[in-house]
Each structure stands twice: as structure tokens, then as C-alpha cells.
């Protein structure tokens, strides 16, 4: 179920939300960089960083894109169904 060799059937695509309200408080937090950071290394490379894997289901990242100028985000991630 949870190979990493083996593309999922679902994905989906990520990116940030519309809208100024959002953008101001996103880009404050600089959360579009942190979620990268999160997905891209710390979940997929728990053991290498001396962590525990996370206790939820998460999704694989097929591909996470962040542009520092413009704080901007995208991801490719596995759709993981029956959750909550």
C-alpha cells in the first residue's frame, strides 16, 4: 500500500489559496516554505533527521516546488483516502 516504487492512482495538486487576506497572514508565517519543508523532507526523510514517523496518515510528495522571491508553493501529493 505504502510502496515507494509504486505511483499512487490519485494525486493531488496543491497550491496556495486566493486571496489577500490569505496571502498577508501565509506569507507572514512564511508557511508556503515551511509546508515544503515539512512534506518534502521532514516526512519523507523522518529516520535521516533522528525522527519518529508521524502517527497520521501523509501523504507522499511527488514533487514540491518553492519560489523564494515570490513565496509561492506547489505539490504534487498522493491522495489519501478513508481519512477524516
Known amino acids: 500500500e505504502n510502496d515507494p516504487l509504486k505511483p499512487p492512482t490519485d494525486c493531488i495538486v496543491k497550491f496556495l489559496p486566493v486571496g489577500l487576506e490569505k496571502r498577508l497572514v501565509l506569507d507572514l508565517v512564511e ?3 515551511a509546508e515544503v519543508l515539512c512534506y518534502f523532507y521532514l ?6 533527521y533522528g525522527m519518529s514517523p508521524l502517527p497520521l496518515p501523509t501523504p507522499r510528495i511527488l ?3 518553492y519560489c523564494q522571491q515570490t513565496n509561492n508553493a506547489m505539490m504534487i501529493m ?3 483516502n478513508h481519512t477524516l
Not at 516526512?43 to 535521516?48: G, L, N, P, T, V
Open 31 to 33: 508557511l508556503p516554505k
Open 43 to 48: 516526512c519523507r526523510d523522518h529516520e535521516k
Open 63 to 65: 514533487y514540491a516546488d
Open 78 to 80: 498522493e491522495k489519501i
